[in-house]
């Protein structure tokens, strides 16, 4: 038994048992991979894989329980190298966060620039996706750190969630727009106009949904995208009222628009934190979480990540 074999094995899991697509993951061939797979079926005296022909359709029972222990060995083996990185080049390395757009471009910037004064000699590596990807992502271990509004909650399993910060929705209408002069502002007043607001499973969409819904007010959205300066783009070119973010709105990077911020009228957000369950970070991810919130400090973090 060897680890390229337990590789081969996880990489055609995740690749939706398409053995071509894990070989080429792998820089290695279709014939070798396959060879690994039966060669460690031989070893263990059980199949781990179903098969019709050539094609290989999914987990075998055997497979499946051993499939677990597959992940843990993997996952094992790369925290023993972050370990002994730990121990070798303590304050360089790399850290990889995968978050959603509003985060990365309203959010984190502030936070990365004070993480880069203390840590020059890590290198980050921000990935920008979307909630379920992220999750993907941190499953497979393949980032560090996960940060978004939706789906990350919903792996509890998996991954431990931490609250980031709270926020909510704001009204963008150009300066001179009707909604201007409105008090108070209702839901009922903003549906007259067509709306602009994030595609459905981003920056709490499903919330603004839930908000119309439970007024009985159903909005005209003419338009949906997955960040705030697309609807704010849209917005000035009075294609409609844009929901965004309130964190994506700059009163001077936004000039010519006006920011309706209705406190009752959306619920609040919160943004989480998650880290896959297993996955050791080095020193300098746990001080990047403190600069994230002053309480994820390594201690706290460590002790929920142990926790059943």
């Not at 899991?13 to 070989?23: G, I, K, P, Y």
């Not at 150009?174 to 602009?196: F, G, M, N, Q």
């Not at 960040?227 to 994506?248: C, F, M, P, Q």
């Not at 936004?254 to 959306?266: K, N, Q, S, T, Y």
Request: glycine residues 6%.
């Amino acid at each position: 038994m060897n680890f390229q074999q337990l590789r081969i094995v996880r990489e055609v899991v995740r690749r939706q048992f398409n053995l071509t697509d894990a070989s080429n993951a792998l820089f290695t061939s279709q014939s070798g991979a396959s060879k690994h797979i039966r060669d460690l079926e031989d070893e263990l005296g059980v199949v781990l894989f179903e098969r019709r022909g050539k094609r290989m359709l999914g987990l075998t029972p055997a497979g499946t329980t051993l499939f677990e222990t597959v992940e843990r060995i993997l996952l094992e083996s790369e925290n023993l190298k972050r370990l002994a990185q730990q121990w070798v080049h303590e304050d360089q390395g790399r850290l990889r966060i995968a978050t959603t757009h509003t985060q990365a471009r309203y959010v984190l910037p502030r936070i990365i620039a004070h993480f880069r004064r203390d840590f020059p000699r890590v290198h980050l590596e921000l990935q920008q996706c979307g909630p379920a990807e992220i999750v993907s992502l941190l499953r497979a271990g393949r980032v560090d750190i996960g940060m978004a509004t939706e789906a990350l909650g919903e792996a509890s399993q998996e991954l431990v969630t931490f609250p980031f910060h709270q926020w909510q929705h704001a009204v963008v209408v150009p300066e001179d727009h009707p909604l201007c002069d409105v008090e108070p502002l209702t839901l009922e007043a903003i549906a007259r106009y067509p709306i602009v607001t994030y595609h459905e499973g981003f920056t709490g969409r499903s919330r603004i949904d839930q908000a119309f819904a439970a007024a009985c007010v159903t909005p005209d959205v003419v338009m949906s995208a997955l960040d705030a300066d697309v609807i704010k783009t849209y917005v000035e070119l009075n294609l409609g009222v844009g929901i965004i973010a309130s964190v994506a709105f700059d009163s001077m990077r936004d000039a010519g628009l006006a920011m309706l911020e209705p406190d009752d009228l959306f619920p609040r957000n919160t943004t989480l934190i998650a880290l896959r369950r297993g996955h050791l970070l080095r020193n300098f991810a746990y001080r990047f979480l403190e600069c994230c919130s002053p309480e994820l400090n390594s201690k706290a973090v460590q002790r929920a990540l142990t926790l059943p």
